[in-house]
């Protein structure tokens, strides 16, 4: 399940929850170099091979939605950041 990351500011002290954050990402892989994740670039769907600049998605619906309207989504994976 999708945790937003808390930061919290305590008297110069930056404490950072530790929780992972989970999402879903919609890939295709056309590169040797490995799967490229759907990304929005200027208001424009676009493609990444930095995961961390991909969209995400919190519910499985949802991506899975999303990649029947995307023509070249090879599938819908979970991926876990932090």
């Known amino acids: 399940m999708f945790a937003p990351s808390v930061v919290l500011k305590l008297e110069g002290v930056i404490l950072m929850n530790s929780e992972p954050e989970a999402g879903w990402l919609l890939e295709r892989n056309i590169t040797p170099e490995g799967p490229e994740y759907l990304a929005v670039d200027a208001g424009c769907f676009s493609w990444t091979t930095d995961s961390l600049k991909a969209l995400r998605l919190a519910r ?23």
């Open 60 to 82: 499985r619906e949802d991506a899975d939605a999303l990649a029947e309207i995307i023509d070249d989504c090879h599938r819908v994976a979970e991926h876990q950041w932090g």
